[in-house]
C-alpha cells in the first residue's frame, strides 16, 4: 500500500464515521461539529485525486459559511428535543429498512461496475502547471450553464425558508415594530408641528447676605 492509497483510506474512514456521528449525536449543535469535521476529510479526499480546487472551495465555503448559516438556524429554531425523541423508537425499523434501501441503490450505482478501475480507469496525473479551476470554469459556465444558475436559486430559496422559519411575530404590546410603507408616506406636516409658547423670563436668584458677626469672627 502507498502513501496515498494510506492517506485517501485514512481521510474516506474519518469522512464516514463522522456523518454517521451527525445522524446519530442527540445535540444538534454537536452534530453540525461533526459535520464540518466530515466536510473537511471530504476535502482531504478531493485534493488527493487532483482536485484542489474543489477541496479549498469545500473548506472555504461549506465549512466558512454555511456550516456558519447552519449554526445560527439551529441557535434561532430552539428545537425542541423532547419531542424529537418521542417517536424515535417507533419509526427505527421502518428508518432501518430505508437505510439498507439506499445503501443497496448507492452500491448499484456508485459500485466497483460502474466506477471501478476497470471502467474509468486511473487517474491522469497531469503537470504542475495544469490548472483544474480553469477546466471545471469552462464546464461550469459553457456545459453546465443552466444547472448552475438553478442551484444558485435554490440556494436564495433555502435562504429566504431559514428566514421565515426563524421569524417570530410577537404581539404588539410586547414589542414596538416599524411600519416602513406608513413611514415613506408620510407627509411634512405630519412630521413637524409647530407650538407657540409664550417667553418666561426667570428671576434672578439672590444670595443671601451673610451676617457682620460671622465676618468678624
Known amino acids: 500500500m502507498t502513501f496515498e492509497l494510506f492517506i485517501f483510506y485514512l481521510l474516506a474512514t474519518i469522512a464516514s464515521v463522522s456523518g454517521l456521528m451527525m445522524i446519530t449525536i442527540k445535540d444538534p449543535v454537536k452534530a453540525a461539529l461533526w459535520l464540518v469535521l466530515a466536510f473537511i476529510a471530504t476535502a482531504g479526499v478531493w485534493i488527493t485525486a487532483q482536485a484542489e480546487f474543489l477541496g479549498l472551495v469545500l473548506i472555504l465555503v461549506y465549512v466558512g459559511a454555511v456550516m456558519v448559516l447552519f449554526l445560527f438556524v439551529v441557535m434561532m429554531l430552539d428545537i425542541n428535543l423532547a419531542i424529537l425523541k418521542e417517536g424515535f423508537t417507533k419509526y427505527l425499523p421502518i428508518g432501518g ?121
Open 97 to 217: 429498512m430505508v437505510i439498507v434501501l439506499i445503501a443497496a441503490m448507492m452500491y448499484l450505482v456508485l459500485g466497483p461496475s460502474n466506477f471501478g478501475l476497470d471502467v474509468t480507469g486511473a487517474p491522469v496525473m497531469h503537470p504542475a502547471d495544469y490548472s483544474n479551476t480553469k477546466a471545471i470554469g469552462l464546464e461550469l459556465y459553457t456545459v453546465h450553464a443552466y444547472a448552475f444558475i438553478l442551484a444558485a436559486v435554490l440556494l436564495l430559496l433555502g435562504i429566504v425558508a431559514a428566514i421565515t422559519l426563524a421569524l417570530r411575530r410577537r404581539p404588539t404590546g410586547e414589542v414596538r415594530y416599524q411600519n416602513i410603507d406608513k413611514q415613506v408616506k408620510t407627509q411634512a406636516s405630519e412630521r413637524f408641528k409647530m407650538v407657540k409658547m409664550k417667553s418666561v423670563v426667570e428671576e434672578p436668584i439672590k444670595l443671601k447676605e451673610k451676617p457682620e458677626e460671622e465676618d468678624e469672627k
